[in-house]
């Protein structure tokens, strides 16, 4: 199929929402990165999605809704989660809940498991498209999987060009990260991936202790060892890039692409994906990256490189 591009506005969403309707898996913006969505209820319209970005079947996608009741719809919420949700949301926090028994959503949107990952998005173009559609919306990044997720519209076209029939284009992602996973377990509330909402923001909104997990399970998505692969090796912690070398730079060591010259951690985050996109696209045979600390958003940049490089 040829990928249609439109600019957002009235027109595209309800072009896209026809789409939706149809079964068929859009591009859409978010305030983290562009998102492939569909009607999460429909399962062939899931498979859809399963299926243009060849994503392995047990990792399961996040479920866009326009508000915390669309959201308690599906799953079940205790006090601590209604206070993050209160906290951040719209916004880049997706929460892990136990699904309603009830849940219209299809089983394969959530690989199966008795839980279900819900957020509601910040960005105009999700929102619209949310109240076009009536649905719930199951969007992960827009792009093959495994690789690169996508902050502009090109990044869309990189992979997913004729494997998709829209993408809406609304301009760079400002977030630049995919959002911050965390469920509640047993008093505490566990960071399934690091993400803008940093633990200390949740440690604040909830009043409980804030911790990560480890281990193989995979419970929420990007929980993959390896992911936002470039196609090329990756080495971090770089103070100087070889001739062979896309150098991506930080702070005072420069390259060929530099995510913050000021050492600004909001900057290089939503700069992140599109240094990845830039060294994949290179002629040069292997990317580098120069250190990055990871105190705030850092641990969310350093998650996505740690799993780029492996």
């Not at 913006?29 to 492939?36: M, S």
């Not at 399963?50 to 508000?67: M, Q, S, T, W």
């Not at 050492?263 to 992140?272: M, W």
């Not at 958003?297 to 799993?307: E, F, K, S």
């Amino acid at each position: 199929m040829a990928t249609e591009v439109l600019p957002f506005n009235t027109d595209a969403i309800a072009r896209a929402a026809a789409l939706v309707g149809a079964g068929q898996p859009v591009a859409v913006p978010t305030e983290t990165v562009y998102g492939l969505a569909a009607d999460a209820r429909n399962p062939q319209a899931v498979a859809r999605i399963y299926a243009a970005k060849g994503r392995p079947d047990f990792n399961p996608l996040i479920v866009h809704v326009p508000e915390l009741a669309a959201a308690e719809r599906l799953g079940v919420f205790g006090a601590a989660e209604r206070a993050l949700a209160a906290g951040f949301w719209p916004g880049p926090l997706t929460l892990v809940v136990p699904r309603r028994a009830d849940c219209p959503v299809a089983s394969i949107a959530t690989a199966g498991l008795d839980t279900i990952a819900l957020r509601v998005p910040g960005h105009r173009a999700m929102q619209a498209l949310l109240a076009a559609t009536g649905a719930p919306l199951a969007a992960p990044s827009a792009n093959a999987s495994g690789g690169v997720s996508p902050t502009k519209a090109g990044h869309v076209l990189a992979t997913l060009d004729g494997r998709i029939a829209l993408v809406i284009d609304d301009g760079p992602t400002t977030a630049g990260v995919e959002s911050t996973i965390a469920r509640v377990k047993d008093g505490a509330v566990e960071v399934l991936r690091p993400g803008p909402v940093t633990s200390n923001m949740l440690a604040e909104a909830s009043g409980l202790v804030v911790a990560g997990v480890m281990g193989s399970e995979v419970v929420a998505p990007g929980m993959l060892a390896s992911h936002y692969a470039p196609g090329k090796p990756v080495r971090l912690g770089a103070v100087d890039f070889a001739d062979d070398e896309f150098g991506i730079g930080f702070g005072a060591v420069a390259g060929d692409y530099v995510l913050s010259e000021a050492g600004d951690l909001t900057e290089a985050a939503a700069r992140l994906f599109d240094a990845l996109h830039a060294g994949a696209a290179s002629v040069k045979a292997r990317i580098a990256v120069a250190a990055v600390p990871s105190d705030g958003l850092g641990a969310a940049i350093n998650d996505r490189l740690a799993r780029a490089a492996v």
